[in-house]
């Protein structure tokens, strides 16, 4: 198993740019979110889905869409690129059972816009 | 308003001695915490967890401690190594478990 992949590893944007960013996993989970990380923030959530065609927002969701129309992959768009958007972006993913919340992560992408 | 709180940023501990990370939390309803260890460049990986019907969960030289009633945990390593220099991250799950809060980390280094 591949585990959660993500692709670009590293992008540069110019400010007012879009792009997206892939996120895939192969261990049939059902959730799967996305995070970014800023220096001294921590990892917090950007949008999140419990499922094939569900997809909700987490607590930093502005200026990004996502959507989950198969159960692999999860990818995260930039609508209109802003230098605030500069970030490490992680997806994750995880089973859905009461006993069992561990989080897979990818190996990020390192976003930088100009 | 953040919900895992780790308030020290960074640790400095020499090799063979106890690493303790701290972590604190406000809803009294979290029932399961998490640890994740994460090296630059990589993404976070699971290192140890506790349900909250346990006080203390050992997996080698890691174990974490729950105190319920000051809702907080720690984390501890013994002895620690070089090698478990990085950030180390508390978090609990959100909701039924979609996605996690996390704190915001704390850069552990551990030197020789």
């Known amino acids: 198993n591949a585990g959660v992949t993500q692709t670009p590893k590293f992008q540069v944007l110019k400010t007012g740019q879009s792009m997206t960013l892939q996120c895939a996993q192969d261990m049939n989970h059902e959730y799967m979110s996305w995070y970014r990380q800023d220096p001294g923030m921590g990892l917090r959530l950007i949008h999140y889905s419990v499922g094939a065609g569900i997809t909700d927002q987490g607590e930093v969701p502005n200026g990004y869409n996502v959507s989950r129309s198969t159960t692999e992959d999860f990818p995260l768009r930039l609508l209109s690129a802003a230098p605030s958007q500069t970030s490490v972006y992680f997806c994750?993913?995880?089973?859905?059972?009461?006993?069992?919340?561990?989080?897979?992560f990818g190996p990020g992408t390192r976003l930088t816009v100009l | 308003d953040q919900q895992v709180k780790q308030n020290s940023p960074s640790l400095s501990v020499q090799e063979g001695r106890i690493s303790i990370l701290n972590c604190d939390y406000t809803n009294s309803m979290f029932d399961y915490f998490l640890w994740y260890k994460k090296y630059p460049a990589e993404g976070p990986t699971f290192l140890i967890s506790?349900?909250?019907?346990?006080d203390k969960n050992e997996d080698g030289r890691f174990t974490v401690f729950l105190n319920k009633s000051a809702k907080h945990l720690s984390l501890h390593i013994v002895p620690s190594q070089p090698g478990d220099s990085a950030v180390y991250f508390c978090?609990?799950?959100?909701?039924?478990?979609?996605?996690?809060?996390f704190g915001k980390g704390t850069s552990l280094l551990v030197t020789p």
């Open positions: 994750a993913s995880s089973y859905s059972t009461a006993t069992s919340d561990t989080q897979y």
């Open positions: 978090a609990a799950p959100r909701g039924s478990g979609y996605a996690l809060n």
């Open positions: 506790i349900s909250s019907i346990k």
